[in-house]
């Protein structure tokens, strides 16, 4: 069996709040915003709505 990967939790800093901020206004893919910042959807979707902002283009 392999190794499991080490999941590392990574702070949010201002420049990545802005990006996503950014892109929410764009209406960027999700799944390009991920590779950008380099976190997993899930992540982007839950900070996203933590700050009260839609995410894709598809926005709610």
Do not use: I, N, Y
């Not at 209406?27 to 915003?33: E, F, L, S």
């Amino acid at each position: 069996m392999s190794k499991a990967a080490k999941r590392t939790r990574r702070v949010w800093t201002k420049d990545d709040l802005r990006a996503l901020k950014r892109h929410s206004k764009e209406g960027t893919k999700v799944a390009r915003v991920s590779k950008e910042l380099k976190r997993s959807v899930g992540a982007l979707r839950a900070k996203a709505h933590e700050l009260g902002v839609g995410l894709g283009p598809m926005q709610r």
